[in-house]
């Protein structure tokens, strides 16, 4: 009995050293990281090329200390790379908040929306419903209603409310496909109806 629980205090002791050992082995290797990615100068560097530097770094790190880390396995070495960024947050969060502002730098900016002001001339109604609308200088345009837009609900049942009426409507363009004529077709789908007077 007592040969046992000897072995059992024992496997429980090696389990629990070669945990310890292994956290520090992962805080050696994000110290390590960090300090070679600073060598890198990264600030002026895109996010794709800071990733791959910090993998260049963790690599180096693993191959340093002869991990046994499968780099051939994507899941483990993407694993690994997460139990190292989590450690390295601590040590060189500057590195994390390149990638974070090389982030919002690299979204595209929103396209402003276009308007059209003018009279409703017309109104085509088919598959989908068409605003004609005469701008002072007596340019017409064609306006597309694909689907719920800003001041769209006041219309739904009866858009033709809205002939003769002075508006604004945003909207954006858009490439139409059209079977019939077997070509696209530039669109001007409304976004929002800003003013009726």
Not at 13 to 23: K, M, R
Not at 101 to 127: C, F, H, M, W, Y
Not at 188 to 196: A, H, N, Y
């Amino acid at each position: 009995m007592k040969t046992n629980i000897l072995l059992l205090v024992a496997a429980f002791i090696l389990v629990a050293a070669n945990a310890f050992a292994q956290d520090d082995m992962l805080n050696t290797v994000a110290q390590e990281t960090c300090t070679c990615i600073n060598q890198k100068n990264v600030s002026s560097k895109s996010r794709k090329e800071i990733e791959m530097a910090l993998g260049l770094c963790i690599f180096e790190s693993i191959n340093k200390h002869k991990i046994d880390v499968d780099i051939s396995d994507e899941s483990a070495m993407e694993a690994y790379g997460q139990k190292i960024g989590i450690r390295m947050v601590g040590i060189c969060p500057e590195i994390f908040q390149a990638l974070v502002n090389d982030e919002q730098i690299q979204e595209p900016a929103k396209a402003p929306a276009l308007q059209i002001s003018g009279r409703v001339k017309a109104i085509e109604e088919g598959t989908l419903i068409t605003f004609i609308v005469r701008e002072d200088s007596g340019k017409e345009h064609k306006l597309v209603w694909y689907g719920y837009f800003a001041g769209s609900d006041e219309y739904k049942e009866n858009p033709k409310l809205l002939i003769g009426k002075q508006v604004t409507f945003s909207y954006k363009e858009i490439e139409t496909f059209f079977p019939k004529a077997k070509t696209y077709i530039n669109s001007k789908e409304i976004i929002s109806l800003d003013s009726v007077k």
